[in-house]
């Protein structure tokens, strides 16, 4: 049986695998909970047959994943989109590596979790609650500010 395991230990399997009936085996992945592809290489088949040929598209595609995370993490401090870089960077490793693979597959989990949950309503009621009261000390601190010294640059302020 070709089947690997995925990280959550449910075993995918491929689409030649299931029986005639179009099910899986037990502990299989389920088609309905979203198409999983298999872990592992997605070169080319004519890369894949030549072992010196792989080896070179792996390095290049880790030499273009790194240059392009590279630049990801250098926009996080300069103006850019850094974050999104940085994962587009992990997708083009996740063409050829199974550890990137399975890190964007828990970052998507975990992104999706972190989005259900900000929908939650009581979530939803709570963060409004906090950032009327953010803005209300705010205002609040500029007023006092203002019925303080005016409106004054703070370099002009002589006290």
């Given at each position: 049986?070709?089947?690997?395991?995925?990280?959550?230990?449910?075993?995918?399997?491929?689409?030649?695998?299931?029986?005639?009936?179009?099910?899986?085996?037990?502990?299989?992945?389920?088609?309905?909970?979203?198409?999983?592809?298999?872990?592992?290489?997605?070169?080319?088949?004519?890369?894949?047959?030549?072992?010196?040929?792989?080896?070179?598209?792996?390095?290049?595609?880790?030499?273009?994943?790194?240059?392009?995370?590279?630049?990801?993490?250098?926009?996080?401090?300069?103006?850019?989109?850094?974050?999104?870089?940085?994962?587009?960077?992990?997708?083009?490793?996740?063409t050829e590596f199974v550890w990137a693979q399975l890190v964007l597959r828990w970052t998507k989990r975990k992104v999706t979790e972190a989005a259900h949950k900000?929908?939650?309503?009581?979530?939803?009621?709570?963060?409004?609650?906090?950032?009327?009261?953010?803005?209300?000390?705010?205002?609040?601190?500029?007023?006092?500010?203002?019925?303080?010294?005016?409106?004054?640059?703070?370099?002009?302020?002589?006290?």
């Open positions: 049986m070709h089947a690997e395991s995925d990280e959550r230990g449910r075993v995918v399997v491929p689409e030649a695998v299931r029986n005639a009936a179009g099910k899986t085996p037990e502990g299989a992945a389920d088609p309905a909970d979203g198409p999983e592809l298999e872990l592992g290489s997605r070169a080319p088949r004519f890369v894949k047959a030549s072992r010196p040929l792989h080896l070179s598209w792996q390095v290049g595609v880790f030499v273009v994943g790194l240059a392009v995370v590279a630049a990801g993490v250098s926009m996080l401090v300069l103006p850019g989109p850094g974050w999104l870089v940085i994962f587009g960077g992990m997708a083009i490793w996740a900000a929908l939650d309503p009581k979530v939803r009621r709570r963060n409004l609650i906090l950032t009327a009261v953010g803005l209300v000390i705010i205002v609040v601190l500029l007023a006092i500010y203002l019925w303080k010294f005016g409106i004054v640059m703070p370099w002009n302020i002589e006290e």
